[in-house]
């Protein structure tokens, strides 16, 4: 997403676009990619560094290409043109004119702006199938609906959406971290006993965006993308089951023991 961003901003091709990830041994300090904000808050700082540097480049390919003052320069593609047509020159052939002179861009992204909540919104609908007899759940379909602001890449956000909903179906159903009462050590500490989804467990999912392009969150459009599916994953799913019982389930995960549990009338505490 952020060499999409670079290139459309420097007029690139995406292929000639690398992003590198460094340390803070090698790069200023940043925020760790978490908490939905990497396309949302990096994606900014990066378009207006690429701007920045183009600023600079074409002012370079005006001087190498002896272009007149009143002539505008684009960039497309990694070439520079004179617009209307005309003189030509690539990113390649400039930067073997400059040498060792290595054209920057900086770029920032500032705070949001005051008094405004910056959020994601989402809607989700699960089907399920219970087994009065066993008390398995078996999720059958998610829908999804989310307004994440401007997509950049649909099917890198198409994928966040399912892996999110894939993350919240193993909340609801599968995953506990069982403690030792006495000493707290975990005691189901392997990926053996602790239960996750697997692709036997993963329903149809119909996962899409409202689309919307945010300008007040900032200058891309974009908002964060990345925890929104897994949070009403688990709830859609435990509505669902209860709908489908005539009795809420309301502890998770919502093991066959639990269920059965809640369907006879009895506490399901462990």
């Known amino acids: 997403v952020l060499a999409q961003i670079a290139a459309e901003a420097l007029g690139a091709a995406l292929a000639d676009v690398r992003v590198v990830i460094g340390d803070t041994e090698r790069t200023p300090y ?7 904000m990497t396309t949302a808050s990096a994606g900014p700082a990066v378009r207006m560094a ?7 480049l ?16 684009e960039a497309r593609d990694s070439v520079v043109r004179a617009a209307g047509g005309g003189a ?12 060792d002179v290595m054209i920057l861009g900086r770029g920032s992204r500032g705070p949001n702006p005051e008094r405004t909540a910056i959020m994601t919104f989402g809607v989700q609908f699960a089907e ?18 989310h307004d994440a602001g401007r997509i950049i890449n649909p099917t890198l956000a198409e994928s966040q959406l399912e892996g999110g909903i894939i993350q919240g179906l193993g909340y609801a159903l599968f995953e ?3 403690l030792d009462r006495s000493s707290g050590v975990p005691l189901n500490p392997t990926m053996h006993d602790y239960k996750i989804p697997t692709m036997r467990d993963t329903p149809f999912i119909d996962a899409f965006f409202v689309p919307s392009s945010d300008t007040v ?6 908002r964060g993308l990345a925890e929104p599916p897994i949070i009403p994953t688990a709830p859609a799913i435990a509505n669902a089951v209860a709908d489908a019982l005539g009795v809420e389930v309301r502890e998770i995960p919502m093991t066959p023991w639990r269920v059965l549990a809640r369907r006879e009338g009895r506490g399901t505490r462990d």
């Open 30 to 36: 940043t925020g760790n990619s978490w908490g939905s």
């Open 50 to 56: 690429a701007e920045d540097a183009r600023r600079s």
């Open 58 to 73: 074409l002012a370079a390919a005006a001087q190498i290409m002896g272009t007149a003052p009143h002539v505008i320069l």
């Open 88 to 99: 030509e020159l690539t990113f390649a052939k400039i930067a073997d004119a400059l040498g």
């Open 128 to 145: 399920v199938e219970v087994d009065p007899g066993t008390g398995v759940v078996r999720v059958v379909r998610i829908v999804a609906a």
């Open 176 to 178: 506990e971290r069982v």
């Open 217 to 222: 969150a900032n200058h891309t459009g974009a």
